[in-house]
């Protein structure tokens, strides 16, 4: 028997009892809630066995589909000298991390409708994950694996910050596999763009773009690491956005970037390769974008006086540019929404910045120039 429902999630129910094909723009509009929390309640409704069908979804607005991972990250703080051998008296930070998952929150928090397609365990990790992260995203697509952790970055910080020892516990989207993507067909074909980390194994990547192509999808590619560049797809004709760093284009393309020459015929390479957009982030350096019909532009970094906390910057640079992009601005304008993004992103003790809106990243832009 079905669960009592909140008054929210009744009014919800009662619209759709109404019109099974309302779509969540519409119930957004006549209840003054944003889309994503619309989505979420529905995703309630669903769970709690009142919505079986789901006609409202042919009318439904296209969704970013972000897939990798979603983990925790703890950050361990050791209070006086490291000893190893011993007990360290420490104290801790926990936040909801992951690539997919932090571009799908800051995409989220932008005001379209995202669904996460990730893997994880059947733990207190996930349950904490998914309260943070569900009224940004539809969680609904995360494959539960009982036998396996959620995904979980460990930091172990000295008494000034710096990091001592990392721990990376990922095995579990190893399970991110081309099956799992083929049970999601149908919301990959009706999605308005595919972002994809490498924190998936590389036959899952591969099999994305191949789907993007047919499908005539965009497909955007975010690399994590420069260990996991040798994910990347072995034909990379038809990717839409490549967004990576230095330091991961120098493992790809096996070469030093030692000046701005280096950094523009890096960016060149990706373009020889089918890439349509290619950005090449550079830390303080900024960050340099192109594309063919374009050019290639740098974009200066904006100094930040306080940094507060580095994490989730790279990811919010990321979701600017795929934001922007969408929304149809020019390349200039795209970089500068994700060195905006990013920037403010670093002044704020969140992994994403609680502040994020569209109406705020238009503020911001406008304040930078």
């Known amino acids: 028997m079905p669960e009592k ?9 009662d619209l759709i009892r109404k019109n099974p094909y309302i779509s969540q723009q519409e119930l957004a509009e006549i209840l ?64 909801a991390g992951g690539v997919a998952r932090n571009i799908a929150e800051n995409i989220g928090r932008l005001g379209l409708e995202v669904s996460l397609i990730s893997t994880r365990g059947n733990d207190t990790d996930w349950s ?19 036998e396996k952790s959620t995904g979980s ?13 990392a721990l990376a516990d990922m095995e579990v989207y190893e399970a991110i596999s081309p099956d799992l993507m083929l049970k999601n067909d149908g ?3 009706r999605s308005k763009c595919i972002m994809v980390d490498l924190n998936c194994p590389k036959e899952t990547i591969q099999f994305l773009c191949h789907f993007a192509k047919n499908h005539s999808i965009p497909i955007v590619l975010i690399p994590v690491s420069s260990p996991k560049m040798n994910r990347l797809p072995d034909e990379l004709d038809g990717v839409t956005w490549l967004i990576t760093n230095r330091d991961e284009s120098e493992t790809y393309f096996n070469t030093e970037i030692k000046n701005e020459e280096d950094w523009k015929n890096a960016l060149e390479k990706w373009l020889s390769l089918g890439i349509s957009n290619v950005v090449i982030t550079n830390g303080k350096k900024g960050s340099m974008v192109g594309n063919k019909d374009e050019g290639i532009f740098h974009v200066p970094s904006i100094e930040v006086n306080e940094i507060v ?25 795209i970089a500068k929404a994700g060195t905006i993004n990013a920037a403010k992103t670093l002044q704020s ?6 502040d994020l809106s569209a109406e705020q990243l238009q503020k911001d832009m406008e304040e930078l120039s």
């Not at 429902?5 to 129910?13: G, R, S």
């Not at 904490?128 to 009982?146: C, K, Q």
């Open 5 to 13: 429902l909140t008054e929210k999630e009744q009014v919800i129910f």
């Open 32 to 95: 003054g809630l944003s889309r994503p929390s619309i989505a979420n309640i529905i995703s309630g409704l669903i769970k709690k066995g009142n919505i079986i069908g789901r006609a409202y979804i042919l009318n439904e607005s296209q969704q970013v589909i972000c897939i990798g991972g979603a983990n925790i990250d703890r950050k361990l703080h050791i209070k006086d000298m490291a000893q190893l051998g011993t007990s360290n008296p420490i104290y801790s930070t926990q936040s």
């Open 128 to 146: 904490y994950i998914e309260d943070s992260s569900s009224l940004y995203m539809n969680l609904e697509n995360v494959a539960s694996f009982p």
């Open 153 to 165: 970055y460990t930091a172990v910080l000295d008494s000034n910050g710096e990091l001592i020892i």
């Open 187 to 189: 919301l990959l074909s």
């Open 309 to 333: 906390d580095v994490t989730g910057a790279g990811d919010a640079f990321s979701s600017a540019v795929i934001y922007s992009w969408i929304e149809g601005k020019s390349l200039l304008e």
């Open 349 to 354: 003790a969140y992994t994403v910045r609680h």
